[in-house]
């Protein structure tokens, strides 16, 4: 999935200072709590501090 399918779709936004927040919580949330099947089924964070 994209942002623009899991968050973005049929919502409109003010501001938009609203739009980047919602952005930087979508990137948060997909970097620290999505898993990837991938990734061996870790999330992009974990996978990161595995490989360090």
């Known amino acids: 999935m994209h942002y623009k399918n899991e968050a973005y779709s049929g919502r409109k936004y003010k501001l938009y200072e609203a739009l980047l927040k919602s952005i930087d919580n979508y990137i ?25």
Request: charged share 15%; no cysteine.
């Open 28 to 52: 948060k949330y997909y970097n620290n709590h999505h898993y990837q099947w991938k990734l061996n089924s870790l999330t992009l964070f974990k996978y990161r501090n595995q490989a360090a």
